[in-house]
């Protein structure tokens, strides 16, 4: 308790500091972005728009979270508290450290204690095996993204022929995507999110994952001259981990499998908005470059606010429940209004609709693809075609995704004991999630002023070139739907007050619900969230992997029906085990060589030698002399 | 642009629309009545129901939450509101911006998404199989509605309603005229979806579990359904509006005949709605998405022969 009060000061400070420091840039100089504030002289620490950008849910997200913590750890004892506290600090200490290291030693050293403190979290609940295989393969991510990371650092600094300048770039892109949950390198996500204390989720998915994001901003985008590779890479990345993410959140029955899932697809939102800019920058249509980038940057922001609140949310309903399956829960709004009003109002709002901040990001990744439609010509016409089907699509499921998620953990009838018994959780749980609902509130309404300050930023990833579509532009488009939204919240509040008083004065009167007669409607007549969700997972069956089990009624008077439907991520049981397992078995082989003779590993070890020696000698030539082109250069190119 | 800049005139055009909106409902009733030669019941019947409805005193489940009681306020005015996108006849709309076509669908979007949860919010089981049907089917309405926004936007460079639906950009010489029908076809399927008509939804069935939007209204009474039928008509009225526009004649003498042309083709097409409701049966649920995806299919070969023809 104490040390969570301490930790969650800290975070607070941190959280001051950066604002102060983002205000202190670019409030009265005009920023500029180029002119990157050296921390410590010598050894790589710096901060720029960029870093404090990206520090700024972590901050957030840390402070909320940390206040969370205490309440959700009440009832653990000592011993666990201050093992959570531990990793928990130095996980938000690495994560603030992750954006102001520059030289790649530095980086990866706060990159890997950022996993690793993180894997302690994931696995708080090591008894439970689901928890230690969760972590096993949050490990193994981890690992895997750092190794990439580690070649990728390694490529980038040593001289490469024209026609390997992609390499760098493409094990970036896999290195940083396997920490944001790229399609195929998501499998750790679904499922350390419910593995890990709710407050842990809400910082990993709303902070953690994006800092691959950033990773990818700064180390790939700006090296190399790969910027066409990197957009279409991105965008078709993000297109399939949108679509993918969604498809997948659907028949989830664990809020936080689907969360989880549905984090997926808005990193793929954010993905493709990242490489629509980045080829509207390759292509030289200025308007959808600025367009993308700053939605990506708002929709980045809106997402952090909106997935840590649902995390919080969905662990209040945990710690008055004691389980996240939906099948289980219902009719929470009644019991724990609190917490369920803020829960279903970010969840509206993370669906991408109107009056909730995340349809402001959204708004502008439509415009920017709907740019490339109108001033783009071929491939980049029908990839803007195909991300606005795409965004459409997705919404439409998200929509359908959150309506589950809303109605079958707060609506209707409890479905088991558990739930009917749920009381309002202790004042510092719920005052977080409506806390961050009031930051989501104060991102609809300050988002047109929020974007100008991101201008020196925007205009450097978009290029000079898109002078003609500037920052402020954006910020009034973002203003009328931002205006209209507050004017639909507010109107809809005074209607709402006005009926309740005319229904005070009609004396509105308590029915049941229609159930054609029967008398005592009960809560095995609802409809659950799968069969909610069941008609749109027909639709992508083949994706899903679905499989149903039906036990059929039987004889005259049947005792048991059943009807089970499941699916499973086809990226762990399709791609990575067969590759793991085939991978063990060849390292199996090689056990031969394992013969315990010294002389036999010397020898191997001194042939290994010579071999890279004539390998060197004859083979390697070096013949790059020009030195790596300056970033303005490829940018304004 | 063609647009008469005159907000007065707008405005007046958008008092009369939500005036008039509930005669839509009357027009294809009584269309239908022609049909099975019946005298039908009167036009003016649904402002007649809405009346008495508003004044009663409301019901309530006692398994609800407020949801229940917040959807259909919030629905109606989410549908208000993007009604203020739409341009009255040939009178542009003062809040007109650019992107407003996106809010526009996103808005109904909104009413769509309360009326599910308002839905799930009573826990009937009818309710919920109407709430899952209509999150399904409006998936791909929104993928058809959204292709129509890109070929109109393609061809007026702009995302703003009130340019893309300029009387001028699809009679325009250049366009061909099979992808205009092809788009307009497509339209006119998705305002069948998206308002529950025949052959999608059969909104005057009397059996729970063919239902989709009636069966997640089942709960509703008093001044709440009044606000549920309001904002159906609405809707329609919305739907046919940007259908109107879309093919209105280019030449069009004055105003006031503009005007008067505007308001007689909406009512032609409920007109038309009535025609495809009296001589067709309701579509088994899983022939919907198909359709959906052939009228999708329609819209992109539309772009293509924009593109390249």
Redesign the interface.
């Known amino acids: 308790m104490k040390i969570g009060s301490c930790s969650a000061i800290v975070s607070m400070s941190a959280l001051l500091l950066t604002l102060l420091v983002l205000v202190r840039t670019m409030g009265f100089t005009g920023g500029p972005w180029d002119e990157t504030q050296l921390l410590f002289h010598g050894i790589g620490v710096a901060y720029d728009l960029l870093s404090l950008l990206f520090l700024l849910p972590v901050a957030l997200l840390g402070l909320v979270a940390a206040i969370h913590s205490i309440g959700y750890l009440h009832g653990h004892g000592a011993a666990r508290s201050g093992l959570y506290w531990f990793f928990y600090n130095l996980t938000l200490a690495a994560m603030l450290m992750v954006p102001l290291m520059r030289s790649a030693p530095l980086f990866l050293l706060t990159w890997e204690v950022m996993g690793i403190a993180s894997f302690a979290l994931v696995i708080f609940d090591w008894d439970a095996a689901a928890s230690r295989r969760a972590g096993w393969i949050y490990l193994l991510a981890c690992h895997a993204g750092a190794a990439f990371l580690i070649m990728m650092f390694v490529a980038d600094s040593s001289p490469l022929s024209p026609g390997m300048l992609w390499l760098p770039a493409v094990l970036g892109i896999i290195g940083f995507g396997l920490k944001a949950g790229f399609p195929l390198l998501h499998v750790w996500l679904p499922s350390a999110h419910p593995a890990a204390p709710a407050p842990v989720s809400a910082v990993m998915s709303g902070a953690m994952i994006k800092l691959g994001l950033y990773g990818i901003l700064r180390f790939v985008l700006f090296s190399g001259d790969t910027l066409l590779l990197c957009g279409w890479l991105l965008a078709i990345l993000g297109l399939i981990g949108a679509l993918l993410g969604i498809v997948l959140a659907l028949p989830q029955r664990n809020i936080k499998t689907l969360l989880a899932y549905s984090s997926i697809e808005n990193i793929g939102i954010m993905t493709m908005a990242y490489g629509l800019g980045v080829l509207g920058v390759a292509y030289d249509v200025p308007g959808m470059a600025i367009l993308g980038f700053s939605g990506a940057l708002l929709h980045m922001f809106n997402h952090a606010a909106l997935k840590g609140a649902l995390f919080l949310g969905a662990g209040a309903v945990y710690r008055a429940t004691g389980t996240l399956n939906m099948e289980k829960l ?2 929470l ?2 019991r724990m ?1 609190w917490t ?1 009003g803020a829960f ?1 109002a970010n969840a ?1 709002s993370l ?5 909730g901040n995340a ?1 402001l990001g959204e ?1 502008l990744i ?2 920017a693809a ?1 740019n490339g ?2 001033n783009g010509h071929g491939p980049l ?1 029908a990839l803007s ?1 195909l991300c ?2 795409t ?3 997705v ?3 998200a ?2 995704a ?2 589950k998620v ?3 953990v ?4 409890p479905r088991s004991d558990c739930a009917a018994k749920a009381r309002e959780v202790s004042w510092t749980m719920c005052g977080c999630t409506l806390a961050l609902l009031l930051v989501n509130l104060c991102l609809l309404f300050l988002a047109p002023y929020i974007l100008p300050m991101f201008t020196p930023l925007l205009t450097r990833l978009a290029g000079e070139s898109a002078a003609g579509f500037t920052v402020p532009d954006i910020a009034l ?1 973002l203003s ?2 931002s205006i ?1 939204s507050l ?2 919240i507010g ?2 509040a005074t ?2 007050r006005w ?2 008083r ?2 005070a004065r ?11 007669g029967y008398a005592a ?1 009960s ?1 095995r ?3 659950t969230g799968t ?6 997972l027909d ?1 992508f069956a083949s994706v899903l992997k679905l499989r149903r089990q039906l036990q059929r009624p039987e004889a005259l008077f049947p005792r048991e029906i059943r009807a089970d439907l499941n699916s499973q991520d086809r990226a762990l049981s399709s791609v990575w085990q067969p590759l793991f397992g085939r991978f063990g078995r060849l390292a199996i082989k090689t056990h031969s060589m394992q013969s315990g003779f010294l002389h036999a590993y010397i020898l191997t070890m001194v042939l290994a030698l010579v071999v890279m020696l004539v390998w060197g000698m004859f083979c390697h030539r070096v013949d790059r002399p020009t030195p790596p082109t300056a970033v303005t250069e490829e940018i304004s190119k | 642009m063609m647009y008469n800049v005159n907000h007065g005139f707008w405005w007046a055009m958008f008092l009369a629309s939500l005036l008039l909106a509930p005669l839509l409902f009357g027009i294809i009733n009584k269309v239908k009545a022609f049909f099975a030669g019946r005298r039908g019941p009167r036009l003016l019947q649904l402002y007649y129901d809405m009346f008495k409805l508003s004044r009663k005193a409301g019901i309530f489940s006692r398994t609800t939450s407020g949801v229940l009681q917040l959807a259909p306020i919030m629905s109606l005015l989410a549908t208000i509101m993007a009604m203020l996108f739409v341009p009255g006849g040939l009178f542009r709309s003062p809040l007109a911006f650019g992107g407003d076509v996106i809010f526009f669908c996103y808005l109904l979007g909104l009413s769509r998404m309360l009326t599910i949860l308002a839905a799930m919010d009573t826990g009937s089981s009818f309710a919920g199989m109407g709430a899952s049907r209509e999150a399904h089917f409006s998936v791909l309405a929104e993928a058809v509605l959204f292709a129509i926004v890109i070929f109109l936007a393609i061809v007026a460079r702009s995302i703003c309603l009130s340019d893309l639906l300029s009387p001028l950009s699809l009679v325009t010489p250049g366009i061909s005229v099979p992808a205009v029908l092809l788009v307009a076809g497509a339209f006119f399927i998705v305002i069948l979806v998206e308002n529950c008509r025949l052959p999608f939804d059969d909104p005057e069935t009397h059996l729970e579990l063919t239902m989709i939007h009636e069966a997640m209204i089942l709960d509703y009474a008093g001044p709440e359904l009044a606000m549920i039928h309001y904002t159906a008509s609405l809707k329609l009225w919305s739907f046919c509006a940007v259908l109107t526009l879309l093919l209105l004649p280019q030449r069009v003498a004055g105003p006031l005949t503009g005007m008067l042309l505007y308001l007689a083709l909406i009512m032609v097409f409920a007109v038309g709605i009535g025609v495809v409701e009296s001589i067709m049966a309701r579509y088994r649920f899983l022939k919907v998405p198909h359709l959906l995806v052939g009228s999708l299919a329609a819209v992109l070969t539309a772009v293509l022969l924009l593109l390249f023809f």
């Open positions: 219902g009719g709004m009644k209004p369920g279903a509206l669906s991408g609709l109107p009056p349809f708004f439509y415009a709907f439609v109108i016409r075609l606005i089907i965004l459409a699509t919404g439409g499921l929509v359908a959150y309506a809303i109605s079958a707060f609506l209707g009838e488009l009328m739907p209209l004017f639909l109107v809809s209607a709402i009926r309740q005319l229904g009609r004396q509105d009167v308590e029915g049941v619900t229609w159930d054609c409607p809560a007549m609802e409809y069969a909610f969700a069941q008609p749109l639709a």
